[in-house]
C-alpha cells in the first residue's frame, strides 16, 4: 500500500503562500513602550507593531543595544519579560516568558 507523498514546505514558502507557523495569531498594534533592563538601571523606547498571546514584533530606537532579556513596559498595558528571538533590519522578534 503506497501513501501519498506530502508536500514539504520550507519557512520562506509558507511566508510567501501566507501559512502562519505561529502557535498564535498576532494583531497588529503601533503602540509605544520601553524597554527596561540592567534592573531598571537603563531604559530605550521602542514600538510594539504587532502582538501575539506569546510574543510580539518590536522596533526599538536602536536594534544592536537591545538585550537580550529585557522587562517590556508598553504605555498602555501590562509589563511582560522578554527574551529576543531574532533581529533583522531595524525589528526584533521577542517571546514573552
Same mark, same amino acid.
Given at each position: 500500500?503506497?501513501?501519498?507523498?506530502?508536500?514539504?514546505?520550507?519557512?520562506?514558502? &509558507?511566508?510567501? /503562500?501566507?501559512?502562519?507557523?505561529?502557535?498564535?495569531?498576532?494583531?497588529? =498594534? %503601533? $503602540?509605544?513602550?520601553?524597554?527596561?533592563?540592567?534592573?531598571?538601571?537603563?531604559?530605550?523606547?521602542?514600538?510594539?507593531?504587532?502582538?501575539?498571546?506569546?510574543? &510580539?514584533?518590536? /522596533?526599538?530606537?536602536?536594534?544592536?543595544?537591545c538585550p537580550k532579556e529585557f =522587562? %517590556? $513596559?508598553?504605555?498602555?498595558?501590562?509589563?511582560?519579560?522578554c527574551e529576543v528571538m531574532w533581529?533583522?533590519?531595524?525589528?526584533?522578534?521577542?517571546?514573552?516568558?
Open positions: 500500500m503506497a501513501f501519498p507523498q506530502l508536500p514539504v514546505t520550507t519557512a520562506n514558502e &509558507a511566508a510567501s /503562500a501566507g501559512i502562519q507557523r505561529r502557535q498564535s495569531s498576532r494583531r497588529r =498594534v %503601533l $503602540k509605544n513602550a520601553l524597554i527596561v533592563f540592567e534592573q531598571g538601571k537603563c531604559t530605550m523606547r521602542s514600538r510594539i507593531l504587532d502582538v501575539s498571546d506569546t510574543g &510580539a514584533l518590536l /522596533a526599538p530606537s536602536d536594534v544592536l543595544l =522587562v %517590556l $513596559k508598553p504605555d498602555v498595558g501590562e509589563p511582560r519579560n533581529r533583522k533590519s531595524d525589528k526584533l522578534g521577542v517571546r514573552f516568558f
